[in-house]
């Protein structure tokens, strides 16, 4: 019996939210890819604290001349070795612009975690919500058996009419169909939400009618807007190195000269690249102006994000009546209504065409109100999308 339950159960695979957040983001192949781009920014900082290679020089030659009208002559030998002196704090400034830039690619790395958890929310609800569905549907289908058996018995004895029959049979026949049609919807529900996470899962656990708890994001917080500050604070970096570049920069050498008749010399060398004609006035420039263009960019997000916010707390709180509305009045009244349908219609005081509208009514609220925590839960997911999950 053990191993039966093994075979049946254990190769299905159902997750929760949070496992499958957990999962999505050790295994998304964009997020782990971001991840090791992140960890590469660590060459960059290597880079900008290492000193410029030295130089060396070697040079040999011959020199003659005459002497008493007879020719004389020696070899010489040049070796020189020059190193780049990065004065004006480069080194320093190079490094926090590595730094700086590594922060940006993170806000972006949190930007798209924020997306993808936001996407997978939303996939992992609307499968919840394909499951309800298909939980009414065989709710449907066994009612109108029921009422297909009783029809038969009913029919049989003569106390209902051949029309009555088909009426059911055919009410019956659409069920079937809603049912497959649904299982279809969730099984393709849950290829989306396998693809999301690159595993696989059969089955989703949760609650739809259970509604989040709604935290408004800052959006003064959101890795959308703080990436557009740490990018003003990128660019000023990179001027201040620009103004380091367009200063004098300094090498310092060593000479040593020898030849085969005996004679050597020792030299000291110093070097500066003199910025006469062009002082990096065009890198800066640049600069200072994607400066200003990123301010008004950071404004524009922060608009756009503040709206989003808006739309999706005034979206919820309009969901959340219509829920109430519904779970409070509607449905109980809806419930009643079809009890009272079903024992009349067995008693033959209404028809089997008065029962099936009632029937029809109280099965298409119940969608209704699945439909309307489907939209609660992807309006929440905008939240989610802009200031993250707590978890």
Known sequence: ML??????????FGITLEEGLKILEENNPELRAMRKALESYRGLEISAKAFPNPELRFESGFFSTTQDFKPAGRFI??????????????????????????????????????????????RFYETLYRKELLK???????????????????????????????????NYEEARISVSLSEN???????????????????????????????????KKSPRVVRYAIIQKLLKGRIELEKALSKPQPSIGI????????????????????????????????????????????????????TSVKNALTRMKTLRESIRLVES??????????????????????????????????FELLRERARLYREFHIAFSELIRIGGVER
């Open 185 to 219: 919807d969730y099984e393709r529900s849950l290829k989306e939400i396998r693809a999301l996470l690159g595993k696989k899962v059969d089955n989703v656990k949760g609650n739809l009618y259970t509604l989040p708890e709604v935290h408004v994001p800052d959006i």
């Open 255 to 306: 000479l040593m000269e020898d030849s085969e008749e005996g004679y050597y010399g020792f030299r000291v060398s110093l070097f500066f690249e003199i910025p006469l004609l062009y002082r990096r006035q065009g890198e800066i420039l640049r600069h200072m102006k994607l400066k200003e263009a990123v301010l008004y960019e950071m404004k524009n997000e922060e608009l756009r994000l503040s």
């Open 77 to 122: 030998y040049i070796l020189e070795i020059s190193q780049k002196v990065p004065l004006w704090g480069l080194r320093e400034k190079r490094l926090r612009v590595a730094k700086t830039e590594r922060e940006v690619f993170l806000y972006d790395y949190t930007a798209r975690r924020y997306e993808l958890f936001s996407e997978f929310y939303r």
């Open 3 to 12: 191993l039966v339950f093994l075979i049946v159960f254990g190769l299905s």
């Open 329 to 362: 009045v509607l449905l109980p009244r809806a419930e009643k209504e079809l009890s009272l349908a079903l024992k009349s219609y067995r008693l033959n005081v209404i028809s089997l065409l008065e029962l099936t509208d009632v029937k029809r009514r109280y």
């Open 136 to 170: 009414v549907e065989r709710e449907n289908l066994k009612l109108s058996e029921e009422i297909l058996e009783f029809v038969k018995n009913a029919y049989r004895i003569g106390e209902r009419t051949e029309l009555e029959l088909l009426r059911a049979r055919r």
